[in-house]
């Protein structure tokens, strides 16, 4: 008979075992110690939407509307998508749940996210995001908080100094729009020295003109003329509060006139946290201010800001964790101890005590286990120990041993 083919790993899919599931798990404890610090509630959403929550906030001229996202019909012939990013999913929920009440509302999720893209190192299909989102306040101060809470994510992670904050304001709607219509009245004028993708985009994106990496557009877009000369007051005094803030707070940063958002409702500040360390993929925080998007959505006009941060290129940035060790290891020595051991490894770990017992093998190599899982403590229950009641506990490395009443076991170990 032919032998029944393994189905093999979607690409751009991963699984994420050993180290890189350790440095995956910190990432996401990093995550959890800031955000209660900085007081943002958790919220979960569903994996998947209406095609609609995406393609009406995210925009169809976008990257991710138009090329990456995974939709398909469901079984009822509606059009499904599988969430690219959270902010969209997390607007809608706002709204379906009538969570104005609590506005102002600071949130993070985390978990998986799809775009179909091609996979290389630091990019893939089903990745995973940190998400950061300030719903319904319009204030700048809303903007500091959130990146005040980026870099200290970093520095929790031990990656600050490697990263910079590159920051940018898109000005509000007048000044966006006077920017927009002075870019594309520029890029018109080049036209013809543009790549075909730039000036597909002309008319319907021409501000991703500005960050495109296609060497052909880089000079043309380089001497692009700035949003600075197209400021309205209120958008400049804005941008100031949000600098200054950062400044307060001791948060270094740095402009970047050609930074723009791909989604097209951001306004005021956009901003990317940019390491050299990841080649292509060195964008590992992104966000801004997205005060659009809830109108966009057909709900009342609801400021907000946030920010998405790729659990995997931030895993591949910092050091190692240490691996995890258990306190100990139960070694029985024969049918009658390993039913013992059985209650006993019971109550040890009711007791908070990280212990283990291997299903089978001889001392030896119950041993040898032990000391691969960094256990402290190997308790060794023979049938002399049955017959005392005490087991032989012995200190690994230090090669000490003594012996402990079965009924003081928790409290000694956990001594
Ligand atoms: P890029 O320019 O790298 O495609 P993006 O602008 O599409 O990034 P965002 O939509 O801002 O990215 O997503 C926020 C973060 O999610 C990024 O800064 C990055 O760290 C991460 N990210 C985005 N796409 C991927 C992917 N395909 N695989 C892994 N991480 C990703
Ligand atoms: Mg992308």
Redesign the pocket.
Known sequence: MARIETPKRIRGTQDIFGDEQRRFARVLEAFETVRRLYAFRRLEIPVFEATEVFSRSLGETT??VSKEMYTFEDKSQRSITLRP?FTAGIARAYLTEGWQQYAPLKLVTTGPVF?Y?APQA????Q?H?LDAEVIGAAEPAADVELLVFADQLLRELGIQDGVTLQLNTLGDAETRDAWRAALITYFGQHRADLSAESQDRLERNPLRILDSKDPRDRPIADAAPDIDAFMTSEAGAFFESVTKGLDAAGVAWTRNARLV???DYYRHTAF?FVTDRLGA?G?????GRYDGLIGALGGNETPGVGW???V??LAMLIDEPAAERIDAVIVPMGEAAEARATGILADLRRAGIATDMAFKGNMKRRLAKADAQGARFAIIIGDDELAKGAAAVKILGAGTQSEVPFGDLARILSA
């Open positions: 990257d991710v990013e775009r893209e630091g990019r893939y299909r990745f995001q958002r791909g989604l990317e993929q964008t590992v925080l992104a966000g998405a941060a790729g995997e290129r």
